[in-house]
């Protein structure tokens, strides 16, 4: 039997695939089972950071491969608290969790910042503010933090404790901070799978201002927009804000499964004994790579994340029948003329995979794509939708 065909006998049908089975792949060049090279604009959905078969990444996993690939967290080593010390170092932060995704991390960090408020405030302040057109992550609870109706459709009930925000109504979040008692606020910088929208600077005000009043934890959903992707070492960091609770996954691992809780001042200390756990969080293997990852993410590179972005927004903006190019860094949405799964079909045939989130075309290209393939892939996706 085919790929293909065990696929749809065996694996559960929880994904619209393409028509493509990738077999191989250098850099930002993916190859199918027929030996069609297309350029990759996806990169596994912003996990790939510096692409497909990075040597300087499979170095540093190997190594770790050949010394042990695990060992639980009864035990102490190396790439687990190196990967903490460098998460800390980028952020400021005092402490980390790891977790094997970003619904795991975001997960952690809605029982540290629960725990906080009540033992601080009272049992009764446990609500999270996530914002609509949100996406934390597929578990009940962080479909619950999710602010879209789409992902809750057949999985209700959901569980409790959460009220959404309109980024475009900063005085409907000061009502309900009034009405609740709100534990935190969770935020995307850039909503991905809201349609790479970034957070409308009034609403980041008025965030900043109700939580400083109020001793509300602020936690950065930093999942897809962390480590490089937005030009900087975090989203948050665009906008002029200090989040209490980072979470983070997606490029983190280099391609590996892995999440990371990241705790500042007020939650350093907030789990002890006990409190929370994962058994392979901290993977070493995971964090081998992912300290690779971080320890490249120089100035330098960050710099040619913004160089490359800049070159999309030029490129793309007022082009014939491309309505809008919205994100930050390498994260951009696309609003089209033409329906984006045509879009995305049709550039799939001229060798370009891209992404969708909602109604547009969504471009996650490794951070350290050449500027040719880019240029590339550019000129295809506007012949495409001109």
């Not at 008692?181 to 909503?191: C, P, S």
């Not at 003329?337 to 891209?354: F, I, N, Q, T, Y």
Request: with cysteine.
């Amino acid at each position: 039997m085919t790929t293909k065909e065990l696929d749809h006998l065996y694996v559960a049908p929880t994904y619209a695939r393409f028509p493509v089975e990738i077999v191989s792949g250098k850099g930002s060049i993916v190859v199918d089972d027929e030996g069609k090279e297309y350029i990759d604009m996806g990169t596994g959905i912003a996990v790939n950071t510096f692409g497909i078969a990075d040597e300087d990444w499979i170095a540093a996993v190997e190594a770790q491969l050949h010394a042990f690939q695990h060992t639980s967290n009864l035990y102490y080593t190396a790439p687990c608290a190196k990967l903490a010390q460098l998460l800390c170092q980028a952020t400021g932060m005092k402490k980390v969790f790891f977790g094997n995704s970003g619904a795991e991390a975001n997960e952690c960090a809605i029982k540290a910042a629960r725990k906080y408020a009540q033992t601080k405030k009272g049992e009764e302040y446990c609500t999270i503010v996530t914002l609509k057109n949100s996406f934390h992550g597929r578990t009940i609870t962080t479909l619950a933090a999710t602010g879209q109706d789409v992902f809750h459709s057949q999985f209700t009930p959901l569980t409790p404790g959460f009220v959404h925000a309109d980024v475009n109504d900063p005085a409907g979040l000061r009502a309900l901070v009034k009405e609740h008692k709100v534990a935190a606020i969770m935020f995307e910088a850039v909503q991905g799978e809201g349609g790479v929208l970034p957070l409308p600077e009034p609403f980041v005000s008025e965030m900043k201002g109700i939580a400083k009043e109020q001793d509300i934890l602020l936690i950065a959903d930093e999942v897809q927009a962390g480590n490089g992707r937005t030009g900087t070492m975090y989203g948050y960091m665009n906008l002029d804000i200090t989040p209490d609770i980072v979470t983070t996954a997606k490029g983190l691992g280099g391609g590996l499964p892995l999440g990371a809780c990241i705790l500042g001042d007020k939650v350093e200390d907030v789990f002890t004994y006990s409190d929370h756990g994962s058994t392979f969080g901290g993977n070493p293997v995971a964090c081998a790579g992912a300290v690779n990852i971080l320890s490249r993410l120089t100035e330098d590179v960050l710099a040619g994340v913004r160089e490359r972005s800049q070159l999309i927004f030029d490129t793309l903006t007022g082009a014939p029948g491309i309505r809008s190019v919205s994100g930050m860094g390498l994260m951009v949405g696309i609003e089209t003329e033409k329906p984006a799964k045509d879009v995305v079909s049709a550039c799939r045939e001229m060798g370009v995979l891209v992404l969708t989130a909602k109604t547009k075309i969504r471009l996650l290209p490794a951070l350290n794509i050449p500027m040719e393939e880019l240029e590339k892939a550019l000129a295809v996706i506007k012949i495409v939708c001109a």
